[in-house]
């Protein structure tokens, strides 16, 4: 079972938007809605800001959104703000009980 | 507010066991699925391993199937992980999370415990 796709970095000024690949197979993202997405600020625990694709969370701001296309998901962070540097996992459901992340992507507000 | 808070790790030698807890407040733990996540030094997650609210399935990660078994004790509000035949590529902080009435994602994580396996 391999890791779905993410770029490693990613990069945006204050008040631009940015979007983070999740590239996986058709056993895992495109086989499925069930791919969600996390944030995770350095030393702190993952929060969950996206599920099945698009949904978000009460108290997420609606800046973060979600989208698939085949087998790769996205997601787009609005109106960037510097408390959104952090990295950002996807995960996915990938059949036979098994869930899998992606490699994580380090984004940037410059 | 909802409470995840991990114990147990530390380091072991490489075929050694430990036993991680996750103690849950603040919500009602019997009504929930569980899972471990694991993150290597300056790596991304991995997902180890999940169990129903009620104990009665239990879903592992092929890279540690038969070396780590979960578990859960409802009437403490406690999750545990046992990990034994410890390699060092088990070594990472290990975070326990909620599901979120799914099992395919997590809503609230604790802070995670460190597992150091090293001889």
């Known amino acids: 079972q391999s890791a779905p796709t993410q770029p490693p970095s990613a990069s945006g000024s204050p008040g631009q938007s940015v979007t983070i690949s999740c590239t996986g197979t058709?056993?895992?993202?495109?086989?499925?809605?069930?791919v969600s997405w996390y944030q995770q600020h350095p030393g702190k625990a993952p929060k969950l800001m996206i599920y099945e694709v698009s949904k978000r969370p009460s108290g997420v701001p609606d800046r973060f959104s979600g989208s698939k296309s085949g087998n790769t998901a996205s997601l787009t962070v609005s109106g960037l703000q510097a408390e959104d540097e952090a990295d950002y996992y996807c995960?996915?459901?990938?059949?036979?009980?098994?869930?899998?992340f992606g490699g994580g992507t380090k984004l940037t507000v410059l | 507010q909802v409470q995840l808070v991990e114990s147990g790790g530390g380091v072991v030698q490489p075929g050694g066991s430990l036993r991680l807890s996750c103690v849950a407040s603040g919500f009602t733990f019997s009504g929930y699925g569980m899972h471990w996540v694991r993150q290597a030094p300056g790596k991304g997650l991995d997902w180890v391993a999940f169990?129903?609210?009620?104990?009665?399935?239990?879903y592992y990660a092929d890279s540690v199937k038969g070396r780590f078994t979960i578990s859960r004790d409802n009437s403490e509000n406690t999750l545990y992980l046992q990990v034994n035949s410890l390699r060092a590529e088990d070594t990472a902080v290990y975070y326990c999370?909620?599901?979120?009435?799914?099992?395919?994602?997590?809503?609230?994580w604790g802070q995670g415990t460190l597992v150091t396996v090293s001889s």
């Open positions: 058709g056993s895992d993202v495109g086989g499925y809605n069930y």
């Open positions: 169990i129903w609210y009620d104990g009665s399935k239990k």
């Open positions: 995960s996915s459901y990938a059949g036979s009980n098994n869930l899998v």
């Open positions: 999370a909620k599901d979120r009435g799914s099992w395919y994602y997590s809503d609230y």
